[in-house]
């Protein structure tokens, strides 16, 4: 037997590789007055950095819900006119008495609930807002009317006309129905984009966006739809997961164990700051932990906020590696069929490994229809219980805990 005595054991173990975690500290910058708007990739860092300015309508391109966005940083407000498409021609500036009682804002907490899908009808699942879904043609047909004001307080009033054959159709005029102007976006036009945008102003279309799936966070200002009030923070990117440790004793060991992450867009949000009336304080003891579109984990911690004299976000990046095996078990819809569906439908997964799976059931609105836990295993056939279902449209929506996967479903 040899004996090695404790001295060279010491040396031994201080020449042995040191297990640490990644860390690398970044700053961000979305430019003085905060005009910009960064796109942010865990991995790669910076994507781009564009004018936040110069755009009034966000389209949505993927997905179902038939998003469209107002541009709160650019201080464009929308409001709901209370007239239906058939008075479009017969309105005046008279009509808009009492509007600002009516303004609807984006959804930031769900990016693909834009300003006008708020006035959707909860008990109507084929109300999209702006439009009723048919289930027929798989048309979205405008049926509102909405007041819009531009940054330089003009108000025009808006028609959205259509959705047909993945094109937006929409009207735009002055109140008295003069300069009014009928344009189209084509989704075909912004591939493997969130969004394609439209300027008012400019009567100008945009792609501003870098592709879907090249990137995590978007550093930005917005409104705030809880307090009708612009704020300068983080969002993320569909399909991100993200959480926030609060409290922890030390933000450099602090890990995610005991939190529950969420794909809320506004998890990390505005309020890891604060202004204490001469300059922006940061919130100690706070921990942000993302799970990027490669499930692969980071942890965040703010160091610092410039304002609005620079714009730029500092914070320290922690690199925590790709997922476990458990926590990465990988989760493939294959099919859901018939679709669409008279009775039960049956959905097909493979998962690589022994795990549970929820799966949630909801309308266009959002309104969860049926949820369930599923044991899965390799290749498994999953009865979704759409026989019960009234006819329209729902997302099927496959939840590993650490993956999500959705999946459109027509009953008729």
Same mark, same amino acid.
């Given at each position: 037997m040899i004996h090695i005595s404790t001295t060279t054991k010491l040396m031994i173990a201080l020449l042995l590789p040191i297990t640490t975690i990644a860390q690398v500290s970044e700053t961000v910058t979305i430019n003085s007055g905060y005009t910009n708007q960064t796109f942010y990739s865990m991995a790669n860092a910076t994507i781009s950095t564009i004018d936040n300015t110069d755009w009034d309508l966000g389209f949505q391109i993927s997905g179902f819900e038939?998003?469209?966005?107002?541009?709160?940083?650019?201080?464009?407000?929308?409001?709901?006119?209370?007239?239906?498409?058939?008075?479009?021609?017969?309105?005046?500036a008279a009509d808009t008495t009492g509007?600002?009682?009516?303004?609807?804002?984006n959804n930031e907490a769900h990016m693909f609930n834009g300003a006008f899908n708020t006035t959707a009808d909860t008990s109507d699942m084929f109300d999209l807002g702006w439009g009723e879904y048919d289930l027929g043609s798989h048309a979205v047909l405008g049926d509102s009317i909405y007041f819009i004001r531009l940054n330089n307080n003009a108000v025009k009033k808006i028609w959205i006309?259509?959705?047909?054959?993945?094109?937006?159709? +929409?009207?735009?005029?002055?109140?008295?129905?003069?300069?009014?102007?009928?344009?189209?976006?084509?989704?075909?036009?912004?591939?493997?984009?969130?969004?394609?945008?439209?300027?008012?102003?400019?009567?100008?279309?945009?792609?501003?966006? /870098?592709?879907?799936?090249?990137?995590?966070?978007?550093?930005?200002?917005?409104?705030?739809?809880?307090?009708?009030y612009k704020v300068t923070g983080v969002l993320t990117n569909d399909s991100v997961q993200s959480v926030k440790a609060y409290p922890v004793n030390d933000v450099t060991t602090a890990t995610d164990a005991g939190y529950g992450y969420s794909f809320d867009n506004n998890l990390i949000g505005y309020d890891w700051k604060s202004f204490n009336g001469s300059t922006f304080v940061i919130e100690?003891?706070?921990?942000? +932990?993302?799970?990027?579109?490669?499930?692969?984990?980071?942890?965040?911690?703010?160091?610092?906020?410039?304002?609005?004299?620079?714009?730029?976000?500092?914070?320290?990046?922690?690199?925590?590696? /790709?997922?476990?095996?458990?926590?990465?078990?990988?989760?493939?819809?294959?099919?859901?069929? /018939?679709?669409?569906?008279?009775?039960?439908?049956?959905?097909?997964?493979?998962?690589?490994?022994?795990t549970t799976?929820?799966?949630?059931?909801?309308?266009?609105?959002?309104?969860?229809?049926?949820? +369930?836990?599923?044991?899965?295993?390799?290749?498994?056939?999953?009865?979704?219980?759409?026989?019960?279902?009234?006819?329209?449209?729902?997302?099927?929506?496959?939840?590993?805990?650490?993956?999500?996967?959705?999946?459109?479903?027509?009953?008729?």
């Open positions: 038939a998003a469209i966005l107002i541009n709160s940083k650019n201080n464009v407000k929308l409001f709901k006119a209370n007239k239906d498409a058939s008075e479009w021609s017969t309105m005046t509007m600002y009682n009516y303004e609807l804002l006309e259509s959705l047909i054959n993945a094109t937006y159709n +929409f009207r735009i005029a002055d109140l008295d129905g003069s300069n009014e102007i009928q344009r189209s976006l084509q989704k075909l036009s912004y591939p493997a984009k969130n969004f394609g945008y439209y300027s008012i102003a400019n009567d100008q279309f945009l792609d501003r966006e /870098p592709t879907k799936d090249s990137w995590d966070l978007c550093f930005q200002q917005y409104v705030d739809h809880f307090i009708n100690d003891s706070v921990a942000y +932990f993302v799970i990027d579109k490669n499930n692969h984990k980071w942890k965040m911690v703010f160091t610092g906020f410039g304002g609005s004299a620079n714009g730029n976000f500092y914070f320290d990046k922690y690199d925590m590696g /790709p997922l476990s095996v458990l926590e990465n078990n990988s989760i493939e819809a294959i099919a859901l069929y /018939p679709n669409p569906a008279t009775g039960n439908s049956q959905l097909v997964i493979n998962s690589d490994n022994a799976v929820t799966v949630d059931v909801t309308d266009l609105n959002g309104r969860l229809v049926s949820s +369930f836990d599923k044991k899965v295993n390799g290749l498994n056939n999953i009865t979704i219980p759409s026989e019960s279902f009234v006819k329209g449209i729902y997302i099927v929506k496959i939840n590993s805990g650490k993956q999500l996967q959705q999946l459109k479903l027509v009953v008729q």
